[in-house]
Nanobody, 124 residues
Framework: QVQLVESGGGTVQAGGSLRLSCAAS????????MGWFRQAPGKEREFVTR????????YISDDVKGRFTLSRDNAKSTVYLQMNSLKPEDTAIYYC?????????????????WGQGTQVTVSS
């Protein structure tokens, strides 16, 4: 059974930092793309970043790329999302996701396995 367990969310002031973690089990982690998505109240879930099985990463925008850093530890089957210079518009539930094949993508439908989500709140 595949499990993705996120942790590290919380409330911070604008300009602060948080580090999210996602521990995966039950899947061949080294050959799967791991992604982070977020969903703000009243909005659709959106892609934030992903790391494919080769370690190549992609980000939703240059703004996020300049503030967020995705990393993965294959030995621990864990991905991390370091978020710096947080803005109120980053407030959302952040979800970790994994593909079922080595295929990589940015769409919600490209990912089969999802974590329960962790709340990130950035106050102004």
């Amino acid at each position: 059974q595949v499990q993705l367990v996120e942790s590290g969310g919380g409330t911070v002031q604008a300009g602060g930092s948080l580090r999210l973690s996602c521990a995966a089990s039950g899947l061949p982690f080294t050959t799967r793309t791991m992604g982070w998505f977020r969903q703000a109240p009243g909005k659709e879930r959106e892609f934030v970043t992903r790391s494919d099985w080769r370690g190549a990463s992609a980000y939703i925008s240059d703004d996020v790329k300049g503030r967020f850093t995705l990393s993965r530890d294959n030995a621990k089957s864990t991905v991390y999302l370091q978020m710096n210079s947080l803005k109120p518009e980053d407030t959302a539930i952040y979800y970790c996701a994994a593909t079922s094949t080595p295929f990589t993508g940015r769409g919600v439908g490209d990912y089969v396995y999802w974590g329960q989500g962790t709340q990130v709140t950035v106050s102004s």
